[in-house]
């Protein structure tokens, strides 16, 4: 089989889903959405390389959910964050090259619905397109409980 629909069947594709611990994704993987039913649990990356696709759907609220790349790899992007008590946002904005000039300073994806520096809450998409074999495209836009500032979804693990 050479295609998600000789594999999945037509317009289908897999779904894994995260309830607990950690949840190694692997290239083959690429395209699935990953539902994360798990409120603090970790997801690690295979390692980059372009094309690879992955949507994370969060389920229940993030108390702590971490998004790894894989060792040399990165994250770049705008994240938004919306707070769902008051009418503010914030954005945080890593850029392609700052990325892949430090990665080992943008390889990790956390989240937490209850605060103000992240965001995660249940039904947010992240959005995840690698671009070549070291950066992830990083597209979301993420639910807060307080008032979001200082945004620091990707940072160092």
Known sequence: ADSDIDLYGKGKVEVITHSA??????AEQSGAIVFVNDADGAIVLPSAEA???FKILIGIDSTGVKISAA???CFFGQIH????TDNKCATQDVDYATAIGTV??????DTDQDGTTLGGSSG??????????T???VETVLSVVGNPS????INAS
């Not at 080992?104 to 994806?109: A, E, L, N, Q």
């Open 124 to 133: 947010n998409v992240i959005e995840l397109t690698c671009i070549d074999n």
């Open 51 to 53: 094309g690879l696709t």
């Open 21 to 26: 611990g950690t949840t190694h994704l692997n």
């Open 81 to 84: 964050a919306i707070s769902t």
């Open 150 to 153: 200082s945004l620091a979804v």
């Open 135 to 137: 950066a992830w495209l």
């Open 71 to 73: 060792s040399g790899d």
């Open 104 to 109: 080992g300073s943008y390889d990790v994806i």
